[in-house]
């Protein structure tokens, strides 16, 4: 058997070790992968236009497992948070739970006015104070006021259903404080406990009295005085 020259065995194995030694430095690049939105360092190999991964590495950045059994390699990964819970539409009406601040806010301005609204008229009948259309006018037009900037302010449907009874709150002041101006244009004396059993002036206050508990509450609840 014809033996070679040693220096021809180490030409052939230098060419058999370039492609290989080619294929290992020039091929693989540390690259960042993303999966899922998460970033990880994995060793990324080109060959033949296609990129390939350690699925080791895959698992590690995916937030995964990896197993082995028998010839089979099972790989799980989580769902994708996007996926598995879709963030709400921005755009999407809020749940209608009790009152808004904004409206709780001019809710609470809108009854201090018809109370000091009706504490005046109250106690100038009580006294005998004169009362003149334009001095109830003032008072008039700030519990006005106020229901226009709670109306402004409604957002839910215990904000609008509140708003009715406010409403029927203000009607109901307006009507009292009426009906005492012209009993003091048509008179000139008023009885000091005129407004005592007044039944118009006892639904104002029952009315009063449920919109202070909603308003502690924080939720609607119409039991019928506001009506």
């Given at each position: 058997m014809r033996k070679w020259p040693f220096s021809k065995w180490l030409i052939l194995a230098a060419l058999l070790a370039l492609p290989i030694l080619a294929l290992s430095q020039a091929a693989q690049q540390n690259l960042t992968l993303i999966v899922n939105g998460r970033p990880g360092v994995a060793t990324v190999v080109q060959l033949n236009g296609r990129s390939y991964v350690e699925i080791e590495a895959l698992?590690?950045?995916?937030?995964?497992?990896?197993?082995?059994?028998?010839?089979?390699?099972?790989?799980?990964?989580?769902?994708?948070?996007?996926?598995?819970?879709?963030?709400?539409?921005?755009?999407?009406?809020?749940?209608?739970?009790?009152?808004?601040?904004?409206?709780?806010?001019?809710?609470?301005?809108?009854?201090?006015?018809?109370?000091?609204?009706?504490?005046?008229?109250?106690?100038?009948?009580?006294?005998?104070?004169?009362?003149?259309?334009?001095?109830?006018?003032?008072?008039?037009?700030?519990?006005?006021?106020?229901?226009?900037?709670?109306?402004?302010?409604?957002?839910?449907?215990?904000?609008?259903?509140?708003?009715?009874?406010?409403?029927?709150?203000?009607?109901?002041?307006?009507?009292?404080?009426?009906?005492?101006?012209?009993?003091?244009?048509?008179?000139?004396?008023i009885s000091p406990d005129t407004l005592n059993n007044d039944p118009l002036d006892q639904r104002i206050m029952n009315c009063a009295h449920s919109l202070a508990s909603m308003v502690a509450g924080r939720q609607f609840q119409d039991d019928g005085s506001c009506h």
């Open positions: 698992a590690r950045i995916a937030n995964g497992s990896l197993s082995f059994k028998g010839n089979q390699i099972m790989l799980a990964l989580p769902a994708s948070a996007a996926s598995a819970a879709p963030a709400p539409s921005p755009t999407a009406e809020p749940a209608n739970q009790g009152f808004s601040k904004e409206f709780l806010r001019a809710g609470i301005e809108e009854m201090a006015a018809i109370r000091e609204w009706r504490s005046v008229l109250t106690n100038a009948v009580q006294h005998g104070y004169p009362i003149t259309e334009d001095w109830l006018s003032v008072y008039r037009g700030q519990a006005a006021k106020s229901l226009t900037l709670a109306s402004v302010a409604v957002t839910t449907d215990s904000d609008r259903d509140a708003l009715r009874l406010l409403t029927n709150e203000l009607d109901n002041m307006q009507k009292l404080s009426n009906t005492i101006l012209e009993s003091r244009k048509s008179m000139d004396y």
